[in-house]
């Protein structure tokens, strides 16, 4: 069905898009997604993806491209917004290409501030803030072109907060947000990144948030229960799950026997703790929505060979690595990437 648009309506078949965090390597489902659209043109497919899904779902670095696509582009007379989204998939592959660095700039990378890391968060979030403000500017979520759904995490209510446009009313109403904060607050990965604290622009709350990826680097499962409740009528579910690749580390009985609390938890070990948990979380969801009755789940995810696998080293050979990973599962996924097309 094309022009899936915001509204509350019947629908057969629900279409969703859905976007794992994973800091820089969020370059490798922005290559999906610019492949992608290169096959949609030539099947006649224009509209843009806030029109062919009718739900985006991003986490961390994932909100980042869902909020991309869905936000509007000023109109030409300079009256507001029009219903033309501010950028597209390639504009997404080129912000980490190109800004990358900004956000996590190459001379943090030393063990003395590897040893700051234990103490406070390793970047400074202002360069990120000002890459975000720059992109965003004043765009809101109830701006967006299409229903999304960002997840973050609260730490003064110990709850996850999921940020979420949707159709309807609802009692009470779901809280606003600049785009900037919402991207912002998904991304705020501990140990990288100070939590953020923001305020709604239509109620009387604050939060303090930090990244999604606590509960749900992969927020497929949380898209499709959203999903469930805006379409109550929908017969059938297509999910695009996007990763940003797989760990390919293997942790032997040899190397993790005498571990301490601080080896599983050091940024040089890779964090594994961290790592552990989300690559969990994500497979959990994966086998739930595989089984899941009336559900075609599409998961599409390279392995890392070749890539250093922190979500941070936005240096130009592991950028080339990245891109080269998504290049071979672009290739790998051919026949995949055209039924997707076609299901579009």
């Given at each position: 069905?094309?022009g ?7 629908v ?35 509209q843009?993806y ?25 109109a ?14 390639q ?9 990358g ?37 004043d765009?809101?979520i ?7 759904l ?37 991304s ?22 930090i ?8 927020p ?23 990763g940003?690749?797989?760990?390919v ?28 948990m989300?690559k ?13 009755p009336?559900v ?11 890539c ?22 672009i ?14």
């Open positions: 069905m094309a899936a648009g915001t509204g509350r309506f019947f057969n078949t629900v279409r969703i898009l859905s976007i794992d965090g994973g800091g820089i390597r969020g370059i490798i489902p922005a290559m999906i997604l610019a492949e992608l659209r290169q096959r949609l043109d030539r099947l006649r497919k224009r843009p806030c029109r062919l899904f009718h739900l985006l779902a991003g986490t961390s670095t994932g909100s980042l491209i869902t909020l991309g696509l869905t936000a509007p582009a000023k030409a007379d300079g009256s507001g917004y029009c219903k033309r989204p501010l950028l597209n998939a504009d997404m592959v080129n912000i980490y290409e190109k800004r660095l900004e956000i996590f700039p190459r001379q943090i990378f030393s063990q003395l501030q590897t040893m700051r890391q234990a103490f406070a968060g390793k970047y400074d979030s202002g360069n990120f803030d000002k890459v975000l403000l720059e992109t965003f500017e765009r809101t109830s701006d967006a072109l299409a229903n999304i960002v997840t973050s995490y609260d730490l003064e209510s110990g709850r996850p907060l999921i940020i979420k446009k949707r159709p309807g009313l609802h009692t009470p109403p779901d809280p606003d947000f600049f785009m900037r904060d919402a991207a912002r607050g998904s705020a990965a501990p140990t990288y990144f100070e939590p953020v604290r923001v305020r709604t622009l239509n109620l009387d709350e604050h939060y303090t948030l990244d999604g990826g606590m509960f749900a680097n992969n497929a499962m949380s898209a499709y229960v959203e999903a469930r409740k805006i379409y109550p009528f929908a017969t059938r579910f297509t999910i695009l799950s996007l940003t690749g797989r760990s580390r293997q942790l032997s009985y040899e190397t993790v026997k005498s571990w301490g609390f601080i080896d599983w938890v050091l940024p040089s070990n890779g964090v594994p703790m961290a790592m552990i989300s969990g979380q994500s497979e959990s969801v994966n086998y739930q929505l595989q089984h899941l009336r075609d789940y599409i998961r599409l995810e390279p392995d890392l060979t070749g250093n696998e922190a979500m941070d080293d936005a240096s130009d050979k592991n950028i080339a690595a990245l891109k080269a990973a998504a290049g071979r599962l290739n790998q996924a051919d026949s995949e990437l055209d039924r997707v097309a076609s299901l579009l």
